[in-house]
C-alpha cells in the first residue's frame, strides 16, 4: 500500500529532486498512517483520489462519520480528474465498530459478484472504532485484532478474485489511520501504545506524521511543516528509494498541501 503514498508524495510534491526517486513497493503492504487526525484524513482523501484516477482501482472508503468537505488541495485537482475517476470511490458511514465489522464483512459477498471489486481499502480514524463502552484497554486491544484481522483477511479474499480477473500482479490493499496522543517518534525508537502494539501486528508499514515545531519551521512562514517517517517489516524489505528517501509536508497559510523531499 506505500506504492499510494508514494503516488501522492510525487504528484503533490514540489517537484525538486523527485525524479531521482525510483523503485517499486510491495504492493501487498497494509499500511497503517499514524499522526494528527486532520492532516492524516487529507492524506487519506489524496490517496483514494489519486489511486483512482492514476492506478484506475476502485475504492472502498469508511469513515464514522461524513466528511464535511474536502482539503482545499484536493479541491483544486478535483477539476481536472474525470467524474469516471471519481466514480470509482465509494464512501460508506457506519457509526459503530459492529457496523464496521458488518460492512467489511460485507465485501467478501460483495466481492464475488461484482464486476470491479475494491483494490483499496480505506478507513479513516480506527481510533474512534475501537472506542467504546466496556473495560478499557482489553475490549480496545480485542476489538483493534477483530477490526485489522478481518480488514487483512477481506483484502487477502479480494486479492484472490482480482488475480483471476485482472492479472497475477493485482491485489487488495488496506490504508488507515490512527490518532494517538501517547506516540513518540525518535530517530532511533518509536514509542507505541499497546493498541498500536496490536495494530503493527497485521499492518506491516506504518507511516508517522510527526509535526515540526522547530525554529525553522516556525520561521518558515509555513502553517505547518509535518516529517514524515516509514516503518515496518513491509517497508523494510522493500530496499526501495522511495522509502529511503526522507519526506516533509508542507501545509500552507491557505490550508494547501505539497510534499517535499529533503533528502535520500
Excluded at 501522492?8 to 526517486?21: H, I, P, R, T
Excluded at 483520489?49 to 474536502?70: D, K, N, S, Y
Excluded at 517489516?233 to 519526506?247: L, Y
Aim: charged share 20%; net charge negative.
Amino acid at each position: 500500500m506505500v506504492d499510494i503514498l508514494k503516488r501522492v508524495f510525487l504528484a503533490f510534491s514540489s517537484g525538486e529532486g523527485v525524479e531521482k526517486v525510483g523503485g517499486s513497493l510491495p504492493p501487498a503492504c497494509n499500511a497503517l498512517l499514524v499522526g494528527e487526525q486532520r492532516i492524516c484524513r487529507s492524506l487519506l482523501l489524496l490517496a483514494a483520489v489519486t489511486a483512482a484516477a492514476q492506478a484506475g482501482m476502485a475504492v472502498q472508503f469508511f469513515a464514522q462519520a461524513e466528511i464535511p468537505r474536502l482539503p482545499v488541495c484536493l479541491q483544486r485537482c478535483v477539476p481536472n480528474v474525470s467524474p469516471e475517476s471519481l466514480k470509482k470511490i465509494k464512501f460508506s458511514y457506519p457509526g459503530t465498530l459492529a457496523e464496521l465489522l458488518q460492512q467489511v464483512a460485507r465485501l467478501h459477498e460483495s466481492g464475488s459478484l461484482e464486476p470491479s471489486p475494491p483494490s483499496l481499502i480505506i478507513v479513516d480514524r480506527l481510533e474512534g472504532f475501537l472506542a467504546g463502552p466496556g473495560p478499557g484497554l482489553t475490549r480496545e486491544l480485542s476489538s483493534a485484532a477483530h477490526l485489522a484481522a478481518l480488514l487483512c483477511d477481506t483484502a487477502a479474499f479480494l486479492t484472490s478474485i482480482l488475480e483471476r480477473r485482472v492479472s497475477s500482479s493485482a491485489s487488495c490493499r488496506v490504508l488507515a489511520s490512527f490518532q494517538s496522543e501517547d506516540v513518540a517518534w525518535s530517530s532511533s525508537l518509536l514509542q507505541s501504545p499497546p493498541v498500536l502494539d496490536v495494530l503493527d501486528r497485521y499492518f506491516s508499514g506504518r507511516c508517522t506524521l510527526d509535526r515540526d515545531s522547530s525554529y525553522e519551521a516556525a520561521a518558515s512562514g509555513l502553517q505547518e511543516i509535518w516529517n514524515i517517517y516509514f516503518s515496518g517489516p513491509g517497508v523494510s524489505e522493500a530496499s526501495s528509494s522511495a522509502v529511503d528517501a526522507q519526506w516533509q509536508l508542507l501545509v500552507g497559510a491557505d490550508d494547501s498541501m505539497e510534499f517535499k523531499l529533503t533528502k535520500r
